[in-house]
């Protein structure tokens, strides 16, 4: 007999076991697939057992749809172009399945004034954004309580008050003239890569103090963008997920605690009082009586650097772009003359002057939102039914609004809506008050 065949282990040759091995090995994922396909029917079973009578949103099947996964590829490698055309086929309301998760979206004045406007009780953001908890932080905004989360927010959103502004707007004029002093006078470069660089430089003076400006600029500058590759389509389902993006995320994230540990602990130390945010978060206090820790306050960092950084790169290299290609047109379409001309007769560049004295360069801004918008989904969880336009959108759903297709409506917007026009936005055009909500460029004031 040979040595294999005189191996056994519990009455099982072998050659036996081996082949039970390789077996299971092919039989085990389709049984997960097998029994994820069950769940996924008896769910949807029960969906429609319960809602039987009421008219639910169209279910998305164009396209590449598997079980239990539904269309995630879609999803997952370009959701705006699924949402386009769940659109086209469906209209302004209708549901995609992916995971196993019911995704509603939605589009048009009535739906957008809906979902701006419901409050969280019933369509929640905190559900909707778990997924930034391993970004801000427990404890930190969407991780938080509702009542610690709505003190944080006005926390927030005080420490850029328009006072506080006010005295931020010569930091920047410093900030940016000295960037663009190293320019020579002529040149090539990346727009957005130059104006992200400008707008971390601001940011780390305005926001998170001298210290990060003068010593830890490029330290932060790197461990932020570790933070923001953290931030993918998957994190919305599996934010834990040990992939890399989350791993250097979560990283991230702790040096960046350490860093504004020492900067706190030096400050306390030497009694030193800045005029930053940073000092603004330091010295609060929360209804009960306690201070932010450390965690929390460079939670509300990361929180505020990811608001506004993001979000304005993106706005104002598109700005930039539209009104180059509009001085390289020529004619009407160049816009630089007059914005030129609006600026000196503003006077000083302050914050009085920019809010109030520039219009086309405001309404430029909007135009630019408008036609590519950093946000491209706004979330909520529907924390209980909602009927929107005739469809109920059962309770546990995810539902999504697009800022893009918000700009893009022709109901809304005159034609060529896919035309960089700023003056839709100024006297007597006004398009964008046409409807309460009918445009959405950043999230209605709550997000």
Known sequence: MSSVGALSVSGLDLKTLLSIVRNWKFAAPCAVVTLAGVWVTLKDWSLYSKYRGKNLPPVYNKGLILPFIGAAAQFLWDPLAMGKRGHAVYGDIFTVYVFGKRLTFVCGPKAQEQFCKSSDEDLSQQDAYKFSVPLF???????????????????????????????????????????????????????????????????????????????????????????????????????????????????????????????????????????????????????????????????????????????????????????????????????????????????????????????????????????????????????????????????????FLSPVFSGQRSDVFSAPTEAFDPRRFLEPRNEHLKFSHGWVGFGGGRD
Not at 171 to 176: G, R, V, Y
Not at 189 to 194: F, N, S, V
Not at 259 to 283: C, N
């Open 137 to 399: 932080g427990e404890g930190v905004i969407y991780g938080a309580e509702p009542e610690r989360r709505a003190e944080q927010i006005k926390l927030v959103t005080s420490s850029l008050h328009t006072t506080a502004l006010a005295n931020y707007v010569p930091m920047m004029l410093q900030e940016t003239e000295a960037y663009f002093s190293k320019w020579g006078n002529e040149g090539t470069t990346d727009i957005y890569t130059a104006l992200s660089e400008l707008i971390i430089l601001t940011a780390s003076r305005c926001l998170m103090g001298h210290e990060v400006r003068e010593q830890l600029y490029e330290e932060v500058a790197k461990l932020y963008a570790q933070l923001d590759k953290g931030c993918t389509p998957i994190s919305f389902f599996a934010p834990h997920l040990p992939i890399p993006a989350h791993i250097n995320r979560d990283k991230a994230r702790n040096a960046m605690v350490k860093v504004f540990k020492k900067i706190i602990e030096d400050r306390r130390r030497d009694g030193r009082v800045e005029k930053d945010v940073l000092q603004i978060f330091m010295d609060a206090k929360f209804k009960d009586g306690t201070s932010p820790t450390v965690e929390i306050v460079t939670g509300l960092m990361i929180c505020l650097l990811f608001a506004g950084q993001h979000t304005s790169s993106v706005t104002s290299s598109w700005t930039g772009l539209f009104l180059l290609e509009g001085a390289r047109q020529g004619g009407p379409a160049n816009l630089l003359p007059e914005l030129i001309k609006e600026q000196v007769a503003s006077g000083p560049l302050d914050h009085r002057a920019i809010r109030e004295s520039m219009p086309l360069l405001h309404a430029s801004l909007l135009e630019a939102l408008r036609l590519r918008p950093p946000l491209i989904f706004l979330m909520r969880s529907a924390m209980i039914d909602i009927d929107i336009q005739g469809l109920t959108i059962p309770q546990g759903d995810t539902i």
